[in-house]
C-alpha cells in the first residue's frame, strides 16, 4: 500500500492543480489565507503551513502557544455521535424532536495533514450531524442558509412534497426554511442538499445521516456511524481521495477501540461521488446485514456488501478473538487513497460500551 515517491508527485500534482482551480474560483479565500496557519494535524502534530489554502509543505512547531490548536472536525467524535435534538412533548402525546441546522460554504477544512479544501457543510462538518429519532416522532428542522449560494435538505424516507427539500429553494445570506415531519420508516437513511449541480453541492459536503430507531428500540450495542465519501481536490469529476468519515487513512492510523464478545452495529451510508459503487470488507469476520435497514431481520450474512450512491445499510458483528482488523474497500483503489481503517478488538470486559443504556433522548 506504500508507494512514498509516486504518493508525494501524485499528491503534489494534485495539490497544484487544485490551488490554480482555487485561485480561479476562490481568490479571495486563498488571499485571506496568506498570512499562514498553524493547525493541529490529525495524527496530533501541530504544523505551521506558509498561508495558502492547500500547502503540503509545512514545518513542525513546538511553540507551546499553540499545542491547544484543535481540528476542525474529528472522525473519532463523530464516529458515535447521535443528535437526538431538543426533545419534548406535543398534545396529542407524540414526541417532537428539534434541530436547528445551519449550511454554509466558506469554510476550509484540513482534509489530510496540510491539505486544505473548501467544503460547503451543515452545522459546520462534513458529513453533518448524525439525526436520530424513533419511528413516529415528528421531527422539525429549522433551517438557516447562512452560506452565499443556495441550498436546501433533502432526506431520504417518507414525507409530503413540499418536506422534500427540492423545489423550495432556500437563498443564502440567511434563508430559513422549517422542515417537519414525522419520522419513517425505521432504518438509516442520508439527507443531502439538493440544489444543482447536485454533484457539487453533495461533494463539496452537504450531507449527513438521519436513523430512525423503532418503537420497540434497538438492543444494546456500540454504535457507530460511517459515511463513505470521496474529494475531488482539483474539480475534474473524479475523487483523488477516499475516506470513511472524511479524512483519509484516519481510523488507519487511529484504529476504533472496540471489545470481544460485545455487539457493533455500524450504520453506513455511501455518498461517494462519480465512481459507479463502493464496498465494504471486513476482515477476520463476517457481518449480519440489513439494507436501508427497512427490516430488522437481515438479509445477509457477509465479509463484503457492494453500494451505490446513497444506498446505506446496518451492519452488526462481534468479534471473538482479540487483535487488530482492518476494514475497507474492496476497490483496491480506493483503500489505497484513503479508504481504509482498523478495529482494534480488546479483551477487555470493563471497558463495553454497550452496558450503558440506550438513550434515545427522550
Ligand atoms: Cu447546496
Not at 197 to 208: A, D, M, S, W
Not at 276 to 302: A, K, R, W
Amino acid at each position: 500500500m506504500n508507494k512514498p515517491r509516486s504518493k508525494i508527485i501524485i499528491t503534489s500534482l494534485t495539490v497544484i492543480i487544485a490551488m490554480s482551480a482555487l485561485y480561479v474560483a476562490f481568490p479571495e479565500t486563498i488571499n485571506a489565507q496568506l498570512e499562514g496557519n498553524i493547525f493541529a494535524t490529525h495524527s496530533g502534530g501541530v504544523i505551521t503551513t506558509s498561508g495558502v489554502v492547500i500547502d503540503p509543505v509545512y514545518t513542525t512547531t513546538t511553540d507551546p502557544e499553540y499545542t491547544e490548536a484543535t481540528v476542525e472536525f474529528d472522525p473519532m467524535q463523530y464516529l458515535r455521535e447521535f443528535n437526538y435534538g431538543v426533545v419534548s412533548t406535543l398534545p396529542d402525546g407524540k414526541i417532537l424532536r428539534e434541530f436547528t441546522i445551519i449550511a454554509e460554504d466558506d469554510q476550509i477544512m484540513e482534509v489530510s495533514p496540510g491539505i486544505f479544501f473548501n467544503v460547503w457543510t451543515f452545522n459546520g462538518t462534513v458529513p453533518g450531524p448524525t439525526i436520530r429519532a424513533t419511528e413516529g416522532d415528528i421531527v422539525r428542522i429549522n433551517f438557516i442558509n447562512n452560506g452565499a449560494k443556495s441550498h436546501t435538505m433533502h432526506f431520504h424516507g417518507i414525507h409530503p412534497a413540499e418536506m422534500d427539500g427540492v423545489f423550495e429553494i432556500v437563498g443564502g445570506g440567511g434563508g430559513q426554511f422549517t422542515y417537519e415531519f414525522e419520522a419513517g420508516p425505521v432504518g438509516v437513511h442520508p439527507y443531502h442538499c439538493h440544489v444543482m449541480p447536485l454533484e457539487e453541492h453533495i461533494v463539496r459536503g452537504l450531507y449527513g445521516v438521519f436513523i430512525v430507531d423503532p418503537k420497540e428500540g434497538r438492543p444494546a450495542a456500540d454504535e457507530m456511524v460511517m459515511v463513505l465519501n470521496g474529494l475531488d481536490m482539483d474539480f475534474d469529476g473524479e475523487n483523488n481521495f477516499y475516506a470513511a468519515n472524511t479524512i483519509p487513512f484516519y481510523y488507519q492510523n487511529n484504529p476504533i477501540q472496540i471489545n470481544t464478545d460485545e455487539l457493533v452495529r455500524i450504520y453506513v451510508v455511501n455518498m461517494v461521488e462519480f465512481d459507479p459503487i463502493n464496498n465494504l470488507h471486513l476482515h477476520g469476520n463476517l457481518y449480519y446485514y440489513y439494507p436501508t435497514g427497512t427490516d430488522l431481520v437481515p438479509s445477509f450474512y457477509t465479509d463484503m456488501i457492494t453500494l451505490s450512491q446513497t444506498e446505506r445499510g446496518i451492519m452488526e458483528f462481534q468479534y471473538e478473538f482479540p487483535g487488530k482488523y482492518l476494514f475497507h474497500a474492496h476497490k483496491v483503489e480506493f483503500s489505497e487513497k484513503g479508504w481504509v481503517g482498523i478495529f482494534q478488538v480488546n479483551d477487555n470486559p470493563q471497558d463495553k460500551k454497550s452496558t450503558e443504556k440506550v438513550d434515545y433522548g427522550s
